[in-house]
């Protein structure tokens, strides 16, 4: 049920970034992760690529840095998770993110 659900409101998001671009890389975002939590790693991470490049494309900073975290989280190796960190230490940093550099810290610390 809440497998269904979670799908729904992925969706939704989804069909209000066709109207409003600026709710796309949110979305591609929550399905990247919803497919990783799945355990669809490789069809996630891909989502989570897009994400990257659609918040690029717009120039929204802060999706970046959530996209660049959560590619973090799902890579094979501690050493291109932690590059992927950093970068997205720098996106919460200029935008002025403080729970989210906390939380970047936090496994950046975790990671070492």
Known sequence: MLNTLALEWID???????IYPVAK????????RY????????????????????????QMPYEEGLAYFELGL????????????VLALAKFKHVGATHDEKRCRAWQRWMR
């Not at 799902?74 to 960190?85: H, I, M, P, S, Y």
């Open 12 to 18: 939704k998001i989804h069909e209000f970034g066709s």
């Open 25 to 32: 890389p949110r979305a591609l975002l929550l399905r990247g």
């Open 35 to 58: 497919l990783v939590i799945q355990n669809k790693s490789k069809n996630g991470v891909e989502m989570l690529r897009k994400a990257l490049t659609v918040a690029r494309t717009l």
């Open 74 to 85: 799902n890579q094979k190796t501690d050493v291109e998770g932690a590059r992927l960190f």
